[in-house]
Structure formats: C-alpha cells, structure tokens
C-alpha cells in the first residue's frame, strides 16, 4: 500500500515530504536530546559549585537570591542533588519526574534575578554597578526546560525507552 501511495504521489511532491517528515522527526529528536544534555550539564556543573567550593555557592546565593539557600550545611546535600538531576536529565531517566523537577529548578532560578532579565543593561531596575547582562541567558534556559516538557512525547532519544520501554 505505501508502494502504491509512493507512486501515485511521486510527481506531487509527497515522496519529498515524507522524506523531510522523517528527517525533522529524526533532527527534532536529536535537538532535544542536545537540550537535555546543556541543561543537565548547567544543572551538574552548578551542584558541583556547591560540592566544591559551598562558599562560593553560599555568595552567589547571598548576592543574587536573597540568602534564600545559604546555609553551608545545605551546600553539599544540595550539590548533589543538582548533579544527580542534571545526570538524569542527560539520560533521560525518570522523566516523568526529572522533567518537571529540573523545569522548575531552572524556571526558579530565572525568576530569582527578575530584574537583571527585564534589564539586562541596568537602564531602570538594576543599578549601573550590579549590571549582569550573562544573567539574561538564564531566560533562555528556563524556556528551555519547558520545552522538555512541552515535547516530551517527541523526545525519542532517552532511557527510559531502552529500559523501561516508556
């Protein structure tokens, strides 16, 4: 039957989209598996800060959050966590959690700098001397990780296929 509809439809430009069809599922597919692998790594290399070096972690979190995770006794329980998130995330395990939990570390993460994403040159909230324009990327990530979301069914490249046939 597909022979038949290949032949009837080759003169009409239906064989090319097929063929385009497979290969934007196959590109959609290996772009979001490059999504989860970038936010996995900003989500590991993050926990590892707080493993690492928890002061450093303890003066971002001072500066730039409110103080809101800087307790140094939640440093290294935190890091790893972020790291066994963000290795996740790269496989694809457990999405149906992972997913949504990395969606709103990143989505919380963004909207604690609000005033460096909606002024990223410090023209009206954010004073000349505490303009971060790298802060505004973090937009970008955290639309990201919604993405994962949003598309999760189109992600094929993953875990939980392989071992969990999902």
């Known amino acids: 039957m597909a022979l038949a509809l290949d032949i009837v439809y080759k003169g009409n430009g239906f064989e090319r989209s ?18 989860r692998i970038t ?13 690492a070096s928890p002061e450093a972690a ?5 500066k730039y959050y409110s103080g ?3 307790m140094a006794q ?8 972020q790291v066994c998130l963000g290795l996740l995330l790269i496989a694809g395990l457990f999405r149906s959690v992972v997913y949504p939990v990395q969606a709103v570390v990143l989505v919380l993460g963004a ?3 609000w005033p460096y994403l909606l002024d990223p040159l410090a023209l009206y909230i954010v004073s000349e001397e505490n303009r971060q324009m790298l802060f505004f990327p973090s937009s970008t990530v955290a639309v990201a990780s919604l993405m994962t979301l949003a598309f999760k069914d189109e992600d094929t490249i993953h875990l939980d296929k392989l071992l969990f046939n999902r």
């Open 58 to 62: 303890i003066g971002i979190s001072d």
């Open 74 to 81: 939640l440093q290294a329980p935190l890091g790893i966590a």
């Open 39 to 51: 936010n996995g790594l900003l989500i590991v290399i993050w926990g590892m800060v707080k493993v």
């Open 68 to 70: 809101a995770l800087s």
């Open 111 to 113: 909207l604690a700098i």
């Open 18 to 35: 097929v063929n385009n069809n497979v290969r934007g599922t196959t590109m959609k597919s290996a772009l979001l598996f490059a999504l």
